[in-house]
């Protein structure tokens, strides 16, 4: 069964840090790129960073860029998002995504199987 | 990069259809045949619907139809059931962030 599992959320003053993890299983994780998506609380969903299959590809939204880095250990099969510098509206729910497979090509940009997220809160 | 536009809310009866629009660009809805739709229950996590614009994934069910005119994309759910009340959010791929994706803001269905 593909499965992502998602932690290292947690309460945090603004200016704070923290590193995300998303365990991937199931499936050739090395092969795929990956995604984090956010949620603010009561709010629509926010694509937040991709990182290509080898890692050696990566892009963020301009809300983020500068604060956050996405990575990734394909040998542990495992993704990361380090946040820095963090800004009450970083308060969300943070999905890690993986892309769908059609007709035997990855599409990024259609993601089929998420976590079920990590909670970022950002208070003082 | 700017958020697709959906209605906030939309409702309908049981056994009726309701349609929800997703308004973009040529950088993205326009541009491509790469529209999805994701459909998210409170407290849960979204889940593929629609992908290529019309195309759904297995397991879900045939009610669920999506399609396209120039800027703007659509998904249509026929025969509503309870079940289905839930937020949808339409995406796209766009030329503007490369491995990026862009979602509209959301709309919340009303099965009343």
């Known amino acids: 069964e593909v499965q992502l599992v998602e932690s290292g959320g947690a309460l945090v003053q603004p200016g704070g840090s923290l590193r995300l993890s998303c365990a991937a299983s199931?499936?050739?994780?090395?092969?795929?790129?990956m995604s984090w998506v956010r949620q603010a609380p009561g709010k629509g969903l926010e694509w937040v960073s991709g990182?290509?299959?080898?890692?050696?590809?990566?892009r963020y939204a301009d809300s983020v860029k500068g604060r956050f880095t996405i990575s990734r250990d394909n040998s542990n099969n495992t993704l990361y998002l380090q946040v820095k510098s963090l800004r009450a509206e970083d308060t969300a729910v943070y999905y890690c995504?993986?892309?769908?497979?059609?007709?035997?090509?990855?599409?990024?940009?259609?993601?089929?199987?998420w976590g079920k997220g990590t909670t970022v809160t950002v208070s003082s | 990069q700017s958020a697709l536009t959906q209605p906030a809310s939309v409702s309908g009866s049981p056994g009726q259809s309701i349609t929800i629009s997703c308004s973009g660009t040529?950088?993205?809805?326009?541009?491509?045949?790469?529209v999805s739709w994701y459909q998210q229950h409170p407290g849960k996590a979204p889940k593929l619907m629609i992908y290529?614009?019309?195309n759904r994934p297995s397991g879900v069910s045939s009610r669920f139809s999506g399609s396209k005119s120039g800027n703007a994309a659509s998904l249509t759910i026929s025969g509503l059931q309870a079940e289905d009340e839930a937020d949808y959010y339409c995406?796209?791929?766009?030329?503007?962030?490369?491995?990026?994706?862009?979602f509209g803001g959301g709309t919340k269905l009303t099965v009343l």
């Open positions: 995504a993986k892309p769908a497979m059609v007709r035997g090509v990855i599409i990024y940009y259609y993601m089929d199987v």
């Open positions: 199931g499936f050739t994780f090395s092969t795929y790129a």
């Open positions: 990182i290509s299959g080898t890692g050696g590809s990566t």
């Open positions: 040529s950088s993205d809805v326009g541009g491509y045949n790469y």
């Open positions: 290529d614009v019309t």
């Open positions: 995406s796209s791929y766009t030329n503007n962030i490369p491995l990026g994706v862009v």
